[in-house]
């Protein structure tokens, strides 16, 4: 064991919200990244078979792609905010003091937003799917 480091488990960082903040800008942002590229793969298919591009947007009709749509919103969501943030840190003086709380804003914002959004993304789901 390391000095400095009695009693540690695992690495030596501990990373706390920042560290947290980081792998999930990385993450949010490799998710949307993937959403775009099959996003423009489905629709360049409009121009190569219109039967073929109709086939494929209704196995999109479901309530798992639903799930995955409310997920993408909260990463796209949290990707702009967070950006927003990293932004604040990067340029604004008094950033780096606050990013912590910066970073609690950006999640009860995140939060509040996403709640209003998930019950009407999910009372269609649930109407249409389950007739509930």
Do not use: C
């Given at each position: ?15 706390r ?20 590229f099959?996003?423009?793969?489905d ?11 109709d086939?494929?947007?209704?196995t ?21 905010f967070?950006?927003l943030?990293?932004?604040?840190v ?10 912590r ?24 789901t ?7």
């Open positions: 064991m390391a000095s400095g480091a009695k009693g540690a488990r695992g690495t030596l960082y501990r990373g919200e920042g560290m947290w903040s980081w792998v999930a800008q990385r993450v949010t942002g490799v998710l949307v990244f993937f959403f775009l099959a996003h423009v793969l629709t360049a298919l409009v121009r190569v078979s219109p039967h073929t591009y086939q494929v947007i209704g999109y009709k479901n309530p798992i792609v639903n799930l995955l749509e409310v997920g993408l919103v909260g990463a796209v969501m949290f990707h702009a967070n950006g943030r990293l932004i604040a990067d340029f604004w003086s008094k950033g780096p003091k606050y990013q709380q910066l970073l609690w804003i950006v999640v009860g914002v995140w939060a509040v937003l996403m709640i209003g959004f998930l019950e009407p993304m999910m009372q269609h649930f109407h249409e799917w389950f007739g509930w």
